[in-house]
């Protein structure tokens, strides 16, 4: 190519000079050597665009043409490679269907953007024969997309689940070990710049469906609308329901979970995220503060897990910076597309219907919020028991939310969520009943 | 290329049809539809070679020929890829080298292969312009050398460390649950087929200096001499160990460790095998039975955690057909050696030196077994104190291996492994020490 420098190298150029746009230039320089040891060529860092010129990031910016004019960069012959780092889903749309119409490749960490746009970003980078990689939109630093895309490649996949956002995760961490309350607990995080001024996106799960979204593209080959995956946030819970957890041998974690479906007529596809009550000595509830981990379990491979840092201004750099060596080692051997960003053949994807909550099976904890009283308890087991749901426990601590009422606690034998759903609807509508029932699931060790 | 089927088929010849080669033969037909909708063309299996072409393996060979010669099956046409699951260094380097000689990539999961003549191997492979794919040797289905080698590429490895050898943590993990001695754990575990009738190449940790010294070679860029990887074994543990340990709070692991030393003028290398103490509550505590996992720490990423199953029929085939599947995308495209086998270019390749285990610092469990006498703990703690050997705590339990003394067991200050060493070699002189000191080593989490 004719915009190749003497000593071989790639040119990179990158829009958005953020946090992890930093992170991303000071990993090129700091390891400079090692990535040029690896890849046979250097990678050079060419040029620059953000809107913000102004603040020092602290990083050497020495020979880098840095500037706000990303469409610019974006038409640079020597820019060969794109890395967008704006994020949202306008502009950053925009400059990456433009990179590829230009015939360069282009390094993401926009979920967002992918979990919405993906399909038509991924045709047009079939189209112009260039890759979209995006490592760093899922599990931060952790190499967990390349290992579903490559690593398990000869697996017919059979669920993923995972710990999908650091945020949600530290938050609880931090309820179950201090026995704050949320609100509490939320704000120390916002104070220490581990969660944002608006939290919706990580306390409410649609980051982490985001998430779940692509993983489950790329893991069934399956072609479903986002907006489809029932997401549930974390803003409900209770420190009594980590004390309570802890005495049923359970760990809270908020889960993304999707399975292949393939029994019956038309494929199916199951996709949730929510938090859950899993085993104590499961691998991922021992995934702590903000660290994410993500279980794949294959046909043949079985189990597998991948544990690292979900975000952060270098995990995310590295990922973003593996991502950029790949896509420079095909550009330089004519391979681009070599794998397909979803894993699957575009042909391949099938459109799967997301089988529906209700009818998902399993055990549940439910906190009721009901009067004092004595009897309440066979009130209410009857009302569970007369919908054919078996109650495995119950215990009563504490008071609820409302001063005049108790938590009284019952795990359900295992049940259909929908009967269960009914139940609830029923019992919340009683007068007596203080504020409405609130449900986590338990999922069991497979 | 003339050889190819009409559609598009790549043509996979596979030496060696015992356990790990009918896993992979099962996982290509089980698993032939996902696989074309990956790779966007079928692998086709057209030959196997074995000595025993009698055993029923139970899998469907419709279609494919299979006799016991090799060398044909290499010079034939329609394979392009070559698999070899003989294992040892004898035939199977013979025949890796010709067919690598031949211009056909290899997928192997011969680590003591590749450990011992891994450097001569990727030689000729890089000379012929064709690849050498071994995911396998490590890890078993755990994709953990694609994410040393593509994942993490953009980092400075720091370290590497992990259960590296399936049949040691099963026998570790039956040792601690039921408190019974190595031998008897070991026979059960030869019974049911989990230890080989010759379990040295497992129990004294060869099979996982193998693992490490690959492992290293990739991680640092390092060349070394696989024999100079200081390697214990888990014969010498008591269940009182594993009773003290867990008081202690940690859990006894066989571990491979391997850690960069760019200090000083000449760049060095930690690399050692032998059992550790781990705090209970890190990940690789948590990974039982015969379960692996490793742990990579990088400059940039941080700690990350790849588990899964280390070793059997289908596990171990999954990571042989991805691998398949990755050269066989490499060969459609041309871009064979697309990645360095090793992780990094032949000629970045440094020599280094292996730290002496004696420079070593760090906490050490001692199990002393010294007469059940008044004053024996004072003479042994002026002995260590005479050194500068400062003691944490001090155990005494249960009666050690000769019935008239017991076990004493000392926690030390971190120390050098050298100084502690020396006292040892001094006490085990003394004519009242009934048996040599057990020391094992103490990890705390990083």
Chains 1, 2 share one sequence.
């Not at 489950?216 to 997401?231: K, L, S, V």
């Amino acid at each position: 190519m004719s915009t190749r420098s003497g000593d071989g190298a790639v040119g990179v150029g990158l829009i958005g000079f953020g946090t992890i746009g930093t992170g991303v230039a000071r990993v090129l320089r700091q390891n400079r050597d090692v990535i040029a040891e690896r890849l046979g060529f250097p990678l050079r860092l060419a040029r620059i665009a953000d809107l913000d010129t102004e603040t020092d990031r602290g990083v050497d910016l020495d020979g880098i043409a840095f500037d706000a004019d990303a469409q610019a960069l974006i038409e640079d012959p020597e820019v060969e490679i794109v890395i967008e780092l704006i994020g949202g889903y306008g502009a950053a749309k925009t400059f990456t269907l433009e990179a590829i119409q230009l015939g360069k490749s282009v390094v993401t960490a926009n979920k967002a953007l992918l979990a919405v746009h993906g399909k038509e970003i991924f045709e047009a980078a079939a189209k112009a024969g260039v890759d979209v990689a995006f490592e760093a939109s899922v599990g931060g630093g952790i190499p967990v997309l390349r290992a579903l895309r490559e690593g398990l490649s000869a697996n017919r996949i059979l669920s993923v689940q995972g710990i999908l956002n650091g945020t949600t995760n530290y938050v609880l961490t931090e309820m179950e070990t201090t026995g704050e309350d949320f609100d509490v607990v939320l704000k120390r995080a916002q104070d220490l710049g581990y969660a944002e001024a608006d939290p919706a996106f990580d306390v409410d799960g649609i980051d982490a469906a985001h998430k779940l979204s692509l993983l489950a593209a790329m893991a069934f080959g399956a072609e479903f609308d986002f907006e489809d995956i029932p997401t549930e946030g974390i803003r409900g819970l209770l420190p009594i329901d980590f004390e309570l957890a802890d005495e049923l041998g359970y760990r809270i974690k908020m889960l993304g979970i999707a399975k292949d479906h393939n029994e019956g007529d038309e494929p199916r596809l199951e996709a949730r995220v929510h938090p859950t009550m899993i085993p104590k000595q499961s691998l991922l509830a021992s995934v702590d503060g903000s660290m994410n981990a993500v279980m794949i379990k294959g046909d043949a491979v079985g189990p597998t897990l991948y544990y690292g840092a979900g975000a952060g201004e270098l995990p995310t750099a590295s990922a973003v910076v593996s991502d950029l060596m790949e896509l420079a080692r095909e550009l330089r051997r004519g391979a681009s597309g070599r794998v397909p960003p979803l894993s699957y053949t575009r042909t391949a994807f099938k459109r799967k219907q997301l089988v529906p909550q209700c009818e998902r099976r399993g055990r549940f904890y439910l906190r009721f919020s009901v009067p004092d009283e004595p009897g309440v308890l066979s009130i209410l087991s009857s009302a569970l028991g007369d919908k054919e749901i078996g109650i495995e426990s119950v215990l009563q601590k504490g008071r609820g939310i409302a001063t005049e009422s108790v938590s009284v606690i019952v795990v359900t034998h295992p049940a259909p969520e929908g009967a269960v759903r009914d139940v609830l609807r029923e019992i919340d509508a009683w007068p007596s009943v203080s504020a409405a029932t609130h449900l986590i699931r338990i999922e069991e060790e497979e």
